[in-house]
Each structure stands twice: as C-alpha cells, then as structure tokens.
C-alpha cells in the first residue's frame, strides 16, 4: 500500500478480488465473432489487477497526495510557466455544451464551439499583432514545426529551395533545433555575447542566400529580453529570411510588446503555460500559430471562417500544408485560455506581465546575494543563477535541487539553458504571494549556508521523501508504465 508509513507492497491483485458489479444484461447478446473482425478479439485473458473498489481508491488517492501540483505547492520550474489555473476556466471547460459536442457533429450544430475559437483567435491576432492565427496544433513543439513548414511552403512557392537553414541562437530553448530538424530544414546556432544576448556580429555572419528563417526564443532562455530585435529583424529580412517567434514564454511582455511589431512572420503560443491550461505531465495542450498575411494561404487547412454571422470550416485552400492535427485542436484547452483572457481583460494580462516580472527580479536580487549571477542584469519573467560557487564546495545544483524537495518545493529547471554552467533557472510567476517567494528564497539561502557548513545534508537529500534518488537513466530507458502481473 502506498502510505509513507506502512510498507511499500506493490502488488495489490488478489485472484478473484472484484471491484465492479455490473448490472445483469437485458439486451439480445451478440456474438461477437460476427462484429468484429478476428483478428481484432482477444484470445488470451487481459492481465489486469483484481482489487477491490476500497484498494484501487486507496491506491490512487495515496498517488495523488504524493504528486506535486500548482494546487500543492510552489513550483519554479522556469520555461514552463506553473502559475495558478483558475478553477473558472475548468466550469467552463466543463459546460455542456462544450464538453459533449462530437467532433463529426454538422458545423451548424457547433456553432457556439467555432464562435468560440474564431473569438479566441481574433484575442491572440491582437495579443501577437500578427494578421491571421490557427488553433489546430497541440502544443509548442508542435506549433514551432507547423510555423516551420509554413515557412517552408513559402519559399518554395517563390522558388527558393536553396533557402533550407534556420538560425537558432545558443540561448534557444531545445525544441526549436529538434523542430527544424523535423521539418526537414538544417540549423545553424548563433552565439550570445557576454551580455547574453543574441552576438549581432555573428548574426550577420551566418544569415545569407540559404538562410530560411531567423527562430527567436523571446524572451531567451536567460530570462533576458533581446534588445537589439528591430536590428535583427533588419538583417534577417535584409538577407530574404522570415522571422519566428518561440513565443511559448508570452507570460513577459503580454500587453506591452507584440512581435508583430517587431517584425516577425510567425509566432507560436503556449496557452497551456502563458493562458493557464494545466499542464505538466505531458499535456492535453495548445500551441495556436499566428502569421502575417504573405503566410496566410499556408495555414493549416481547414480554416475557420466568419460569413455574416455564421462559422464555417474553410476545405479549399489548395496552397495549404494540409492538416496538422484531427479535427479543431485541443478545443478544450482553448475554451480554458479563451475563458482566461475575457475574465482578465487588457488591463489585468497587463497586470500579469508587471507582477511577473516584479515577482522575477525580486528573488533574483535577493537570491543574487548566495548564489553566482551570470548575467547581472533586469530580468523579465524568469531568471537563471549558477550553482558554481557551490560545486566548488562539493554540492552540485542536482544536490540543490534535491534538497529543495525536503521543503516540499519543486525545484527549478536545471542544467539548462546549457550555456551556464550549474545552471537552475527559476521562474515564479505573477500569481505567487511575496510570502511564498519570501519562504522559497529563506530555504534557498539556508541551502547555501548548508553547502558551506554541511554539505552531506544537500548531498544526501531528498531526506523526507517516500523514495530518495532515482536512477534517472534507468526510469527514462525502461520506464514500467502500466500494470504487469507479477509473474
Ligand atoms: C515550453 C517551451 C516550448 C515547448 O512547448 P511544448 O508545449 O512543451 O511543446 C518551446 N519554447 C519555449 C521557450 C518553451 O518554454
């Protein structure tokens, strides 16, 4: 039974054991032989765990409390944006009308669900300043390597097939090399300067002739806004290439600066971090594309269109890349970020912004006092601190990372971005309390100090954990995901 204080057992089936009554049938039985094909009926016993109603309850129940959530605890994890998720958003989500539409059901029966997206995607066509925007893939990834393709699509429509390479800066997050590769285009990274910004010299050395697009992660993985955007624009235009932004971190500049106006071709959102989809885990989330209008026809097809005052689903586009995800996207999600963005209103998604930047600079100045600042310099939504002072003592940022778990924390991202060293970058969002930050800063300082005067503490940790450290290639190599039988 999974309680910290009993024994762990693991293997809960008692032959025989039944957690379900079914009612007695009182329909014609079929023969299944006769509806489904045989090569689709199972010939041998599904091995599934026999429990009662009482175990299962108590072994899912146990799991749940030992999760961390948002709901639970703070949590930093910088990039992804863990901040609170109205419960509004979920009643909402939840509406009937929403929650039980099919999606094969006829466009006029859906009316209120297409309403719904084509007003989401007129809110983020002026949250981005971009002209058109498409809700159809699943998550950023998955809106980097659609924005890709449609660039793609462009320039092979003008004939320049040669144009095959995407810059992407040292500083970008992970996804947006992996998301080129994918798209069939070749990267070519970009270093930062010592204020780690994007190195404009080494910009204008690698954009040419074959260069396809510029991907921009703004803010970057540091946490810090590139100042020099409209010149990069210029040079990345200047030499034919297009310009995307990896706009998955929006929660910084919401409301006070768009990237469409700061020259850029293409953008991607997050709504699951920057619109309070939940996530963590893996998804349900939404990743929505927004271009500037030479881009238009390439959007993923079908295209949701307003006629006087219905919504239809637009087939024909013959130079569309096709469909990138079944049916509408994960309209769920989007009911939740819509449902967001009308509670919050212009003036409180500019609050958003204000008070996660504050909430930002505030624990890096205090927290720069015990641990190495990279980049001394105002931050915006996160911020990224080196753990080096304390592996010269012996306690490396994993130990640091571990110890927070003692405290019931999450711990920061670690050991990215790649270019600091120890890195752990940390992200509060707006909707902490100064208490709470308050708290998590007191622990990270006690930390320090405990690197210093008593570093096996760190090193040992978790302490207070049901299980202590994982091996974490073995779980990422052979993770056990589902049930086996005990043999
Ligand atoms: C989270 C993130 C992504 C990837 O988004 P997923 O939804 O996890 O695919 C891309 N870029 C940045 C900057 C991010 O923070």
């Known amino acids: 039974m999974l309680n910290e204080h009993q024994p762990l057992i693991f293997e809960l089936s ?76 979920e009643q909402a989500a939840r509406m009937a009308g929403f929650a039980h539409i099919h999606p094969l059901q006829e466009e006029n029966t859906v009316q209120g669900a297409l309403g719904l997206m084509y007003d989401l995607q007129e809110h983020l066509k002026e949250i981005t300043g971009m002209d058109e925007v498409t809700l159809q893939p699943a998550a950023g990834a998955h809106g980097e390597w659609t924005g890709l393709m449609l660039i793609r699509a462009f320039h092979e429509t003008n004939g320049d097939h040669h144009r095959t390479k995407v810059i992407v800066p040292d500083s970008a997050h992970g996804t947006n090399p992996a998301s080129a590769t994918v798209a069939g285009l ?31 992660t703004n803010p970057n993985t540091l946490g810090l806004f590139e100042e020099n955007i409209l010149e990069m624009a210029e040079i990345v235009h200047g030499a034919g290439g297009k310009l995307y932004y990896d706009g998955a971190n929006l929660n910084a500049v919401l409301s006070k600066a768009r990237p469409g106006d700061m ?101 890096m100045r205090r927290l720069a006092e015990h641990y190495d600042l990279p980049f001394d310099r105002h931050c915006k939504h996160e911020f990224v601190l080196s753990g080096k002072r304390q592996k010269k003592l012996g306690v490396r940022t994993l130990d640091i990372a571990k110890r927070l778990l003692d405290f019931g924390y999450h711990p920061p991202t670690i050991y990215f971005p790649l270019i600091v060293e120890e890195s752990m970058m940390i992200e509060p969002t707006e909707t902490e309390s100064k208490e709470t930050l308050d708290a998590f800063i007191d622990v990270m300082i006690q930390i320090a100090k405990e690197a210093e005067e008593n570093p096996e503490i760190v090193q040992e940790a978790p302490h207070t954990t049901v299980v202590k450290r994982l091996d974490e290639t073995l779980a990422a190599r052979k993770p056990v995901l589902r049930y086996q039988k005990e043999q």
Do not use: W
Request: glycine content about 10%; proline content about 7%.
């Open 14 to 89: 008692k032959e025989g054991r039944i957690g379900y009554s079914l009612p007695e049938l009182d329909v014609p039985e079929v023969n299944v032989a006769e509806v489904i094909p045989s090569e689709y009926i199972r010939t041998e016993e599904a091995e599934l765990p026999e429990v009662s109603e009482l175990d299962i309850m108590r072994h899912y129940t146990a799991l749940s409390k030992r999760n961390h959530g948002v709901d639970s605890g703070f949590y930093p994890l910088g990039s992804c944006t863990m901040k609170y998720n109205p419960k509004v958003n």
């Open 263 to 363: 020259g850029f071709d293409v953008v991607h959102l997050n709504l699951h971090k920057t619109f309070t989809g939940p996530h963590g885990g893996g998804g349900p989330g939404s990743g929505p594309v927004g271009v500037k209008a030479d881009l238009i026809p390439f959007l993923p097809k079908p295209v949701l269109v307003k006629v006087e005052d219905r919504y239809h689903l637009e087939y024909d586009r013959p130079q569309a890349i096709g469909r990138v995800k079944p049916f509408y996207g994960n309209f769920g999600i989007n009911v939740r970020a819509y449902t967001y963005i009308r509670s919050m209103g212009p003036d409180g998604l500019k609050a958003v912004t204000e008070n996660a930047v504050l909430n930002a600079n505030y624990m």
């Open 186 to 216: 070749e990267t070519v990274t970009v270093k930062s300067n010592d204020q780690g910004l994007v190195d404009l010299e080494d910009l204008r050395r690698v954009v040419g002739e074959d260069t396809a697009a510029l991907m921009l």
